[in-house]
């Protein structure tokens, strides 16, 4: 797809708008891009109106400028809205890009029909605490990618997708990631407990694949109990569960909307 863009942005997205339906917005994971989304893409084509975007520092995303931030994401987004008319949409987010589909939702709750977040955290109620106990192994794999990004990617790998396929399909991805945009990822920290929890307006589903790291899976057990969504455990799949099982990842997500429209 041809990667478009907003006057006085970087951002670059994708869009396929040829269905007489909702939007859905998809935000990829760290160190890939948009295409990790492209098994949903050629499912849901035709069925609904469908919007990817390059995280700042990943994809085609690149052309910043001094002030550009990844806080401002969800402006960006924004603005996309704004230019192509879109008055709301379901957002999916893998990943790091559930923090980023969060954020929107914080901002512009009003145009948010559903929310969908895989392998991600509420950052609305985020336990600082837990993190420290992860801190290490993210540092170490850091390390891995200041030598060398294939060094990086073949690591990670293992740590993002479950099947060979998929992580044949991730390091393809992760290989082509600029290291110089470890600086974007330094201002995740502002994202964390930045809006106060609150009852959410909008249906939301939070999930991860069976074969996720095991505190993935007990945050996203714990988020469900006190948000009281929905929530699914993927199996066969890992961290990146809409790459490992597509046609399982795509099917909960149709239910999901079918039902979030019924209400």
């Given at each position: ?7 006085n942005?970087?951002?670059a997205y ?7 339906n909702d939007?859905v917005?998809f935000?990829?994971?760290?160190f ?5 989304f ?13 919007l ?7 994809g085609?995303s ?12 969800s402006?960006w ?11 709301a949409?379901?957002?999916v ?21 559903s ?23 993210q540092?170490s ?16 790998k ?63 057990n714990e988020?469900a109990?006190?948000e009281k969504?929905?929530?699914?455990v ?7 569960a809409?790459?490992d099982?597509?046609?399982?990842f ?9 039902n979030a429209?019924?209400?």
């Amino acid at each position: 797809m041809e990667a478009l863009y907003l006057e006085n942005s970087p951002i670059a997205y994708y869009i396929d708008d040829t269905a007489n339906n909702d939007w859905v917005v998809f935000v990829h994971a760290a160190f890939v891009d948009h295409r990790m989304f492209e098994k949903q893409f050629r499912h849901f084509a035709g069925k609904y109106n469908l919007l990817a975007v390059d995280i700042l520092g990943h994809g085609n995303s690149m052309r910043a400028g001094k002030d550009d931030s990844i806080e401002n994401m969800s402006d960006w987004i924004d603005r996309i809205f704004q230019k192509h008319n879109i008055a709301a949409a379901h957002f999916v987010g893998v990943s790091l890009g559930s923090v980023f589909v969060q954020d929107f939702a914080n901002k512009y709750e009003n145009k948010v029909l559903s929310l969908a977040c895989f392998g991600g955290y509420d950052i609305n109620n985020f336990d600082i605490e837990r993190q420290k106990a992860n801190s290490k192994e993210q540092m170490s794999m850091m390390m891995k990618a200041v030598f060398s990004v294939k060094w990086f990617a073949k690591s990670n790998k293992r740590i993002s997708a479950y099947t060979k396929d998929a992580q044949e399909e991730f390091y393809n991805l992760n290989a082509q990631f600029d290291k110089k945009s470890f600086r974007y990822l330094a201002k995740l920290q502002s994202f964390i407990n930045k809006y106060p929890s609150k009852q959410r307006q909008y249906p939301m589903l939070v999930g991860c694949g069976e074969h996720d790291i095991p505190m993935e899976i007990e945050i996203v057990n714990e988020w469900a109990e006190y948000e009281k969504c929905d929530k699914i455990v993927l199996k066969g799949a890992g961290h990146c569960a809409n790459m490992d099982t597509p046609d399982e990842f795509n099917s909960c997500l149709e239910v999901f909307w079918k039902n979030a429209k019924a209400k």
